[in-house]
């Protein structure tokens, strides 16, 4: 077993490297483990909550790839629980041990004009993983439970307005449902950084380089990296996570995930089952060499609840995922 | 049965009369300010046992609901006093998502929801009773895809609902087993019920009218549950499906034709009997198979065991949307037979299509999946009589969901 003493001196480390503060105050183990708080500064994940400042025990991580949600920034941390290791599992889902936490805070805006928005934390209990989203107040001083969700009015660094959804706790479970149970699904080996995979190796926080990972394309490195690549490890972040058997969208047939092979279960020539209007009149999910006709960028492209895709958290068009799709597309011979 | 069963079983009953009562939990919904919040929120705080309670009057949404919790009831005031409003709708999918089981919806309304209304996803057991769901202003292509929607579940009931305006199907019920649809009325949709991908539905005692189709029944390829079978279609008032169809191209029924009654394609041991068809133009009854191309070693596009019983065909196949329909109306005398077969079979010696005593019907003559209908030999049909008693057994909802209902 690896001690804490020994995570915690190299995430020390890591801190001092960041610049950040030490807290001696540890993370709120119960209210990780049982019963819902509706503070989220009840969890102490953080020694400076608006700053978002991690607490000790608490480490940020980045994804290769991330998930577009409406332009958000978006600030990751993950929570150990004393003693307990993360276990890799070839390019999947690195393994959390009960007792640990995943914690996500939407922003927008930069600097001192930066508003957090909500923060949605993934606990790992005995019986599974419990989602709960939570929401920012106006000072900004502390966020609370939201079963419900919301709707709010929220101005995007390029100056538009929109309606924001804070999802309700079935709808986080829409995203991250797999076999009917909750699971984390951004912190897969293959859309990790390797040198972030390796500093945990390092601390002890991690049981070993994942082996046989693929690496996602980093997302702000696109324009240089294969059209194909960039498109499916897009695919596979952004919409894979229903779009897979055993998920929210499973009875489509549609399988976007990185592994799947199948040209008609990645959409190419196959047909709508119940898109209904999301069809926007095309007859394929993608028509190889025609992204205008190929239903997939048309749902993407749309804000248009029926037609939209994906159904939650969007607001607006990702222009730049829409854009790494139809490259792809393009780029097939036509058939 | 026996006085001592007899005893035992009213003494259960009394139990449960008693002890019901006070394990479930009633949580009061009203309408008015909120509503989205405080609707979602009980949907999300009950527990097994309870009983979601929604007022009358109308909810207006902004958001689809969902619920994930078994055993729950959720029940209003009446299918037209309960009204969820998604006029408004800003986000999510469709109106209400379920997707736990052993659920019972029952006495509510929603209307205009953006996308789908009730979807239930690998909700087991679950009882759609006196559900309405409503496009409000009629056929329209931008009107959601599905009115009720069970998918991927075993173990569905629809009774006594209602569904207008869809642009895809009034009601859906796909890749699930065991359901029955009955005493339903749907009305001014693209299909009006759909069995697709399904095995051992019986589709009972609804009025389907006013759609492009009335009743379809077909599998489709490519997805994660294949098969579909066992499927009965019976005492069904199948009237007037004379809509234009209004579904997006792409879709499925956006193909289906205009006045077909019912629909079979690429399914196996179907059984319609004792319907009544009155003006659909184009069919009352047309049997199939699959047309398009497809890449599935697990999919079989013929219609195989498909058994037309003895039906009251009233007027109908006067209006036909096939090319060439003034030749085909003057070579049939103004009117083309009820049942309409493409001709097409999986086996040479077994026509997949059988057809009772005295029900008339004609062939499109074809012999392949797909092939052109340029290649259509038209003539009456020769088909032989149903062989044996169709096999209902385990066909419908499970009997403990009429318990339910109770």
Known sequence: ?335 | MKPTSRALAAALMAATAISAPLAARTIAVEPGDGAQERLQEALILAEPGDVVELGAGTFALTDGLSLDVDDVIVRGAGMDETVLDFTGQQGAGEGLLVTSDNVLLRDFALENPKGDGVKSKGADNIIYHRIRVTWTNGPDENNGAYGIYPVESTGVLVDGSKVSGASDAGIYVGQSDRITVRNSIVEANVAGIEIENSRNALVENNIATRNTGGILVFDLPNLPVMGGGNVIVRRNLVVANDTANFAPAGNIVASVRRGTGVLVMANENVLVEDNVFENNPTAHVMVIAYTQPFDDETYNPYARNVVIGTNAFGRGGDDPQFDGKDMLLAAFGGSLPPIMWDGISEMTDDPGLRVADGQAGWTLGLTEPGQDFAAARPAPLQAASPAADFDMAGIGAPVELEARLR
């Open chain 1, 1 to 335: 077993m690896i001690g804490r003493g020994v995570f915690c001196l190299a995430v020390a480390s890591f801190i001092a490297a960041t610049g950040l503060a030490r807290s001696p105050a540890p993370v709120n183990d119960d209210a990780v483990m049982e019963g819902t708080r509706r503070a989220l500064s009840e969890y102490n994940f953080f020694t400076d909550l608006a700053g978002q400042q991690p607490n000790f025990e608490v480490t940020p991580y980045r994804l290769n790839m991330p998930l577009y949600s409406d332009g958000a920034e978006k600030l990751r941390f993950v929570f150990l629980p004393d003693g307990k290791s993360l276990a890799a599992d070839g390019e999947g889902l690195l393994q959390f041990p009960v007792g640990s936490a995943i914690i996500k805070t939407f922003a927008f805006g930069e600097g001192a004009d930066r508003r957090l928005i909500e923060t949605r934390l993934l606990l790992h209990r005995a019986d599974g993983w419990l989602a709960l989203p939570y929401k920012w107040n106006e000072e900004q001083t502390d966020a609370t439970l939201a079963l419900a969700g919301a709707r709010l009015e929220v101005e995007r660094p390029g100056g538009d307005t929109i309606s924001y959804r804070v999802p309700n706790k079935n709808q986080c479970k829409e995203c991250h449902g797999l076999n009917g149970a909750v699971v984390p699904i951004g912190p897969k080996a293959r859309n990790m950084a390797h040198g972030w995979l390796a500093q945990m190796v390092e601390a002890g926080a991690l049981d070993r380089m994942p082996e046989g990972a693929d690496t996602l394309p980093v997302w702000e490195d696109r324009a240089d990296a294969d059209a194909e690549q960039v498109a499916r490890a897009y695919l596979d972040v952004n919409c894979a996570h229903c779009h897979r058997p055993a998920a929210t969208a499973s009875n489509s047939g549609l399988d976007l995930r990185w592994e799947q092979d199948g040209a008609i279960a990645l959409g190419i020539l196959k047909r709508p089952v119940a898109a209904g209007r999301g069809s926007g009149g095309h007859e394929f999910s993608i028509l190889p060499g025609e992204p205008d006709r190929s239903i997939m960028v048309h749902r993407m492209d749309s804000v248009e609840p029926g037609v939209a895709m994906p159904e939650l958290g969007k607001s607006t068009v990702d222009p730049d995922g829409v854009a790494a799709v139809r490259r792809w597309i393009e780029g097939m011979p036509a058939s």
